[in-house]
């Protein structure tokens, strides 16, 4: 069992090294095994439990992986791919296993997923994913947990996602990668991580066409090469330093080249945070007291839903009334309840939460629902008097590499545990 033991009050100051991006790393393994000879190579990987288990599971379906963690560097082989199992031991503790089936389709003609695991955050289903395959071709059998993919060649077809699902879009470009002809994905996500993955596929041979409008076309190909990319910096990660700033009166300059924060950064500023880009650093303090915000969380550009949770730490530390609605996931309000045993007061109606601040936070023992959620809960816990222990540190390190290490290297009271319970 891991938790964290923060100790509040202290500012954080200093340059802040941000991470590579989860949501783009694990659809990244993902393609490395589309490459059926030579050795891909990702830079830049995050040192988190996601990635850890999605190296597992390449190893459990054939992949020969070198995770070398002090560089930052997977060497993928995925040459001898020979399984197209996806057990459920590995798959279901994180949701990026689901990126693994198209290419076990291409490779080895099936595969059969055991299970998808992810931040426990309400309904989230697959059926963009499986319907997509299924007008590619391929014939989907769901026998109560197990789904079994099975196709002998796919072929291009127009694909309409009914809203622009971040995995299901990737999923999608990889399957059709590969198929025959031409493939057109109607209602695509546009986030940067899914670019970022359109690059990596475009260097490995891969044809495809408007990433970031909405509507991509792929030109089926015969085969993709092993490559090497390095992973775009982790938005998520950035932001929640950024906040880390914010709600201790510290400042921060953010390391990561090319990161672009969007919105998050937008509605900061106008709860009184400022930012300064110096080239390739951000800049970012706090001195004020923080003012009330509204959010409203939806897909790129909009506000993502990853953030919603440490921003609600944030507008628990804002001078007046904050308004947040949840539009991506049903099941993302679970912090409310641990923020309110810190002494927050935060109302939860369906989808909508409505947080009432400033109140003074005090240190508790905390329950992390998910890996949102349990970040946001470090946060109150860096602005609150005394000490805050959360459970289950483990969900924080499937999102947040070393988080203990570089939160103290800029100034503040954290440890990270492992206990027999
Ligand atoms: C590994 C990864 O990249 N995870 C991210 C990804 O998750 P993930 O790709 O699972 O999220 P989606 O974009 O697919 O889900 C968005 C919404 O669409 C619904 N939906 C999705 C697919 C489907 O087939 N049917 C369906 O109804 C979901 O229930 C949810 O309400 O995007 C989420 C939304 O930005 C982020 O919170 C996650 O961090
Ligand atoms: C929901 C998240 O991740 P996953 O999709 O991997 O569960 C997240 O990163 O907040």
Redesign the pocket.
Known sequence: MVRYRVRGGNALRGTAFIQGA??AVLPMIGAALLAATGRTVLRNVPIIE?VRRAVELAEAVGAYVELHESERTLVIDASRVSSPVLPAEIARR???SVLFTPALLHRLGEAIVEGVG??N?GSRNLDFHYLGYKRLGAIVDEEETVIHVKASGLTGATLYLDTPSHTGTENLIMAACLAKGTTVIENAALEPEVLDVIDMLTKMGARISGGGTGFITVEGVEELHAVEHTVMPDR?DAGVFAMAAAITGGELNLVGTGLDLGVVRYKLEQMGVEFARQGAVLHVRCEGPLRPINIITDTYPGFAT?LQSPMMTVAALAEGTSYIHERIFDGRFALAGELNKMGANVEVDGSRAVVRGRTPLTGAQVTAH???SGIALVLAGLAAEGETVIDSGYLIDR?HAHLAARMRALGADITREISEH
């Open positions: 989860k949501n996601d994180f949701r990026g992810g931040c955050l998520l990853d998910d890996l949102r999102g």
